[in-house]
């Protein structure tokens, strides 16, 4: 055993887990990282380091929430049924006339209400009724005019009496169409007033929020073409190991392909950080460490390999010799026990064993969230859920176990089995898997039909 990992401790996966989640808020408490405008669409997956704020408020108006009719709903209160339709306002037109007891408007879902109403009632609560035109003659001005709706201001349309008065329309109008409601409802109902979401200058989203669809459109919504976003970090990935060969070489018939920094590569970029792929590292400890200095270079540092009892794992060594500080040199995980964290100065660096799963499983349980303390976003919750096991499974206590499953089944009875594998170099099991299964230190069993947790990848 070298010296390194006498020196910092085996943890419990709990253990472990809360020593990198402390890191990473430490990291989250530093100031001034830098950041970039970028436009709205590349921002999608980015962390925001400015607030974005309502530009007016949401909503903007008394918003619809249903098709119907806008009334005010003392009308119904005090018994009345039949209300005479004198317009009709559609998303986005302005019904200029106040609304008087007794008169309803025709409304549909995301228009504004109109002045004086007070609540919608649903469509489907209503029955139109058509009524003979009375009085119609000696009047002036068409139906259309009659019943105006109208986009944008409000105010270029006045009707004048003849001393010059304005008039409001609604004295013009004929009863023409009649509505009969059939429900009560309460003030307010199916209508959001303005601001009942964000008042303007509120904020909608804080620094540090990952921009996901629903965040982007909020962004949208406030006009923000574009936003102020941080720096992605920067994480090198270094794969150790003389049995490596690049893809693009043809191995010979006891090398391997080095696969993991693929993988790392690709969960780095799922995560927001920008992924840099390093040469193989030998296990050969002056070049080893001559590449390890480059990789530390970078904001954040991953190692594949070497960090096993093996006379050639030499990862820990290298990292000691440049002065590394250990917070734990292995986790009382499978797989990936092996998994080492510490940091050289300021850089985190993260050593995991090199079976194609293990690696695959350490990044996800703790090196994940490293990546995205450094993009600014606070740490996320390890995506756990719960599903019922398909299939008795015997193993030995000690260690939590992840191994790699499938969770199938509907959205009520979701059911998980583990996926039949090699161990953890069996990179067919990790691909066909959607998630680990989650198996407690404690549990020598876990019976068919219990619920058990996965972490969803
Ligand atoms: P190690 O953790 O260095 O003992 O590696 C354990 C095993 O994982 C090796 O024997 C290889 O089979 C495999 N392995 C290590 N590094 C890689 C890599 N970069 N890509 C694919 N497989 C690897
Ligand atoms: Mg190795």
């Known amino acids: 055993m070298n010296t390194a990992a006498q020196s910092a401790g085996v943890l419990s996966f709990e253990d472990a887990y809360e020593v990198v989640r402390e890191h990473c808020r430490q990291i989250l408490k530093a100031e001034g990282w830098p950041s970039e405008e970028v436009l709205l669409m590349q921002a999608v997956g980015r962390v925001l380091a400015e607030p974005v704020k309502a530009d007016r408020d949401f909503p903007p108006f008394a918003r619809a929430t249903r098709d119907g009719f806008a009334v005010h709903a003392g009308d119904l209160a005090r018994g009345l049924t039949t209300f005479r339709v004198v317009g009709q306002v559609r998303a986005g037109d302005t019904y200029d006339l106040p609304v008087a007891s007794g008169e309803a408007v025709e409304i549909m879902t995301g228009a504004a209400v109109p002045a004086g109403a007070d609540a919608v009632v649903m469509v489907e609560y209503t029955e139109r009724k058509s009524v003979p035109e009375i009085d119609r003659k000696g009047?002036?001005?068409?139906?259309?005019e009659e019943y105006k709706v109208r986009a944008g201001n409000a105010n270029d349309d006045q009707i004048l009496d003849i001393a010059g008065h304005e008039k409001p329309k609604r004295a013009e109008k004929l009863t023409e169409e009649l509505v009969e409601i059939q429900r009560t409802v309460a003030a307010g109902e199916n209508v959001?007033?303005?601001?009942?979401?964000a008042r303007i200058g509120q904020e909608l989203l804080p620094r540090g929020a990952r921009l996901g669809p629903a965040q982007i459109a909020l962004a949208a919504a406030a006009g923000r073409a574009s936003l102020k976003v941080y720096r992605k970090p920067r994480?090198?990935?270094?794969?150790?190991?003389?049995?490596?060969v690049e893809v693009a070489e043809k191995p010979g018939p006891s090398q391997i392909r080095n696969s993991n920094s693929y993988s790392l590569a690709a969960l780095v970029a799922e995560c927001g950080g920008?992924?840099?792929q390093l040469p193989i590292a030998p296990d050969e400890e002056g070049k080893l460490t001559e590449l390890i200095q480059e990789g530390l270079k970078a904001d954040m540092l991953l190692l594949s390999g070497g960090v096993s009892m093996g006379k050639f794992d030499l990862v820990e060594q290298a990292l000691k010799s440049l002065g590394a500080q250990f917070f734990f040199t292995g986790a009382l995980i499978q797989p990936g026990k092996p998994v080492v964290f510490g940091e050289v100065g300021s850089i985190p660096f993260f050593g995991l064993p090199g079976n194609p799963v293990s690696v695959m499983v350490t990044f996800e349980l703790f090196a994940r969230q490293m990546v995205e303390a450094l993009s600014g976003a606070g740490p996320s919750r390890l995506k756990s859920a719960s599903a019922k096991l398909k299939k008795d499974f015997k193993t030995k206590t000690g260690l939590t176990r992840f191994l790699p499953a499938i969770v199938s089944g509907g959205l009520y009875d979701p059911e998980v089995e583990v996926v039949p594998w090699q161990g953890s170099g069996d990179m067919l099991a990790a691909a066909r898997a959607n998630c680990y299964l989650v198996v407690p230190p404690d549990r020598e069993k876990l019976v068919k039909g219990e619920m058990v947790t996965v972490v969803m990848r």
């Open 235 to 244: 994480v090198a990935i270094l794969s150790t190991g003389d049995e490596l």
């Open 139 to 144: 009047r002036e001005g068409t139906q259309s």
């Open 192 to 197: 959001v007033p303005p601001g009942a979401e």
């Open 274 to 276: 920008e992924p840099v």
